[in-house]
Nanobody, 121 residues
């Protein structure tokens, strides 16, 4: 059974930085996509940043220039470096992966449980 576990969330002042990590555990055949979503209270869940195997990172307009996503395929881990944080970045951040645990499985989405990021003075 594949599990995604996020870490690195917390409370930070405006203008500060945090780095989120998401590590996949269990048997994994391949993840073609890994990325980060967030859900702000009262709003729909949105894609923040993602990276496809063999492709370039993609970012939401609201975070472009401030956030950086990276992926370590040897560890099945994805990171989100968040700089110049704003109060409106406050949300629960969810790790997402698209792929399969074993070859014979169909591809599907896997989700982490989420980690809280709060930007406040």
């Amino acid at each position: 059974q594949v599990q995604l576990v996020e870490s690195g969330g917390g409370l930070v002042q405006p203008g500060g930085s945090l780095r989120l990590s998401c590590e996949a555990s269990g048997s994994i055949f391949s993840f073609n996509f890994m990325g980060w979503y967030r859900q702000i209270p009262g709003k729909q869940r949105e894609l923040v940043a993602g990276i496809i195997t063999g492709g370039s990172p993609n970012y939401a307009d609201s975070v472009k220039g401030r956030f950086t996503i990276s992926r370590d395929n040897t560890k099945n881990t994805v990171y989100l470096q968040m700089n110049s944080l704003k109060p409106e970045d406050t949300a629960v951040y969810f790790c997402n992966a698209f792929g399969r645990a074993i070859m014979r499985d169909p591809m599907r989405n896997y989700w982490g449980q989420g980690t809280q990021v709060t930007v406040s003075s």
